[in-house]
């Protein structure tokens, strides 16, 4: 399969602990995306990626979230101090032009 | 006032029938207009760009009004396999091709 991939599909977590996502792009993509969506809304921009440079963080992101795509390839998103607000699904998406595909997504749950 | 907004639904219609519905979206300088497609618990998956001559893919027509900043879209001879959410999305500015989504219309197609 040489879609966006994202592991884990799913994470279960106690509130305060610490949790990391990890994207897959499709390989030729030089953008990478990350956004949040819960129930009933569409998906929340939160960040993106130009190759490995991070070139635009929403306000949505707070001090606890941080990404990184270090050698321009996957990308990993952490959440520290998980709050249950923080109860999602996290979606990433690639692209090379207009067309965004997106991974499974990763379904957070925090207790 | 959200960036772009839609009627929820859900639109419930028999199969074979004609089922529209429309967005708006709040900043007149968008460049590009989307509607994805996303079933229960999946990704979203892109459905079709809109382009301001409006486009028209097999039974799915989607449509651009810059004027009055709505977009719509309409499928026709429903078949049971189109039932699910429908998100519009824009791309405010097209140096970074980041996606606002509205909420999504859900669309029910019954035997």
């Known amino acids: 399969d040489t879609g966006v991939s994202q592991d884990p599909r799913h994470k279960i977590t106690k509130r305060g602990q610490n949790v990391t996502f990890r994207c897959d792009p499709i390989?030729?993509?030089?953008?990478l995306y990350w956004y949040r969506q819960t129930l009933g809304q569409g998906p929340e921009f939160l960040t993106y990626?130009?190759?490995?440079?991070?070139?635009?963080k929403s306000r949505l992101l707070s001090d606890r979230f941080s990404a990184e795509r270090p050698k321009g390839s996957f990308s990993t998103l952490e959440i520290q101090r998980t709050e249950q607000g923080d109860s999602a699904m996290y979606l990433c998406?690639?692209?090379?032009?207009?067309?965004?595909?997106f991974g499974p997504g990763t379904r957070l749950t925090v207790l | 006032r959200k960036e772009v907004e839609q009627d929820p639904g859900p639109f419930n219609v028999p199969e074979g029938a004609t089922v529209a519905f429309n967005c708006t979206y709040s900043n007149s300088a968008s460049q590009s207009f989307f509607w994805y497609r996303q079933d229960c618990r999946k990704e979203p998956k892109l459905l079709m760009s809109v382009y301001s001559s409006g486009n028209e893919d097999g039974r799915f027509t989607a449509q651009l009004n810059r004027a009055s900043q709505y977009i719509s879209l309409l499928i026709r001879d429903s078949k049971l396999s189109d039932s699910a959410t429908y998100l519009c999305?824009?791309?405010?500015?097209?140096?970074?091709?980041?996606?606002?989504f509205g909420a999504g219309t859900t669309v029910t197609v019954r035997a």
């Open positions: 998406a690639s692209s090379l032009d207009n067309e965004q595909f």
């Open positions: 999305v824009v791309n405010m500015n097209s140096n970074d091709y980041k996606l606002s």
């Open positions: 390989s030729e993509h030089n953008r």
């Open positions: 990626f130009q190759n490995e440079a991070q070139l635009e």
